[in-house]
């Protein structure tokens, strides 16, 4: 049982630095670690030992102690800077020059081709579960229990939100 703490050292002392994943995450992907970002509402989730930028559903923070989007009250953003979910509406409206993205090619499971790109896929059944995409094969995780996988949104949200129906068997 030695090697836990290493690992739980290794991993702290990446999360310390700026932006480093630890480096047993890019051979080992089972090794998750959730890293916090300048803004409350969003943090890194590393991926073949690079970190990944994610958001959290509206009117959630993310816990650097529980490693989860929760209730903002529930949140020290200390060092952080907090943000409003919505901006108040001014009468203008902003035009924006949308990317050409690239195609994108996926095998049978769902999951791309492309090892560099970060996927998740809803689960078939369960509507707090997804899976991961890692080097071609699906690896199952779990949103926490009060929320649902977003497949727009790549992320864990408010029910309301993600338009999932689950369905009994």
């Not at 943090?43 to 923070?61: A, D, K, N």
């Not at 509406?89 to 499971?109: Q, T, W």
Request: proline share 8%.
């Amino acid at each position: 049982m030695k090697v836990v703490p290493i690992i739980l050292l290794t991993i702290a002392a990446a999360a310390n630095s700026e932006n480093l994943c630890p480096k047993i995450q890019e051979v080992d992907w089972k090794v998750e670690l959730l890293l916090p970002h300048r803004y409350c509402n969003k943090f890194y989730q590393c991926t073949h030992g690079q970190p990944v930028e994610m958001s959290c559903p509206p009117g959630s923070y993310f816990s650097i102690t529980d490693q989860v989007c929760t209730w903002k009250e529930n949140v020290d953003c200390a060092n952080r800077i907090t943000i409003e979910d919505s901006k108040p509406d001014d009468g203008k409206s902003e035009e924006v020059d949308r990317p050409v993205l690239p195609i994108i090619e996926f095998h049978p499971n769902g999951c791309p081709v492309n090892d560099e790109i970060h996927w998740l896929l809803p689960h078939e059944r369960s509507c707090s579960l997804f899976y991961y995409c890692v080097q071609g094969e699906r690896d199952i995780r779990r949103c926490p229990f009060w929320l649902h996988f977003n497949r727009k949104l790549q992320v864990c949200d408010w029910p309301r939100n993600a338009g999932c129906i689950e369905f009994a068997e």
